[in-house]
């Protein structure tokens, strides 16, 4: 069963940036085989989809996001990365990462948190 650990959540200022982190470990397959996508979810909301991407290399972004959000990885260190740069009051929420390859892994999620 994959592991993955989210860090790099925090408070931030309205038009801030923040670039969450996701370390993968206890891979049975190459990290590079997995599609990682970042989540979240916000107080008294529904989970939402934040951007995936695949191990095509294919990414796919939230309309919310656009723009301001970008997804990453690096397969030589198992990471996953979400750099979020002018951040929102409605950004804030507990953003998760997942792993879909054989088998489907989450993060314990981290808290992010856009206020002034």
């Known amino acids: 069963q994959v592991q993955l650990v989210e860090s790099g959540g925090g408070l931030v200022q309205p038009g801030g940036s923040l670039r969450l982190s996701c370390a993968a470990s206890?891979?049975?397959?190459?990290?590079?085989?997995?599609?990682m996508s970042w989540y979240r979810r916000a107080p008294g909301k529904e989970r939402e989809l934040v951007a995936v991407?695949?191990?095509?290399?294919?990414?796919t972004y939230a309309d919310s996001v656009k723009g301001r959000f970008t997804i990453s990885r690096d397969n030589a260190k198992n990471t996953a990365y979400l750099q979020m740069n002018n951040l929102k009051p409605e950004d804030t929420a507990v953003y998760y990462c997942?792993?879909?390859?054989?088998?489907?892994?989450w993060g314990q999620g981290t808290q992010v948190t856009v206020s002034s």
């Open positions: 997942k792993a879909d390859g054989v088998g489907t892994a």
């Open positions: 206890d891979l049975r397959f190459a990290f590079s085989s997995y599609s």
């Open positions: 991407l695949s191990r095509f290399g294919t990414i």
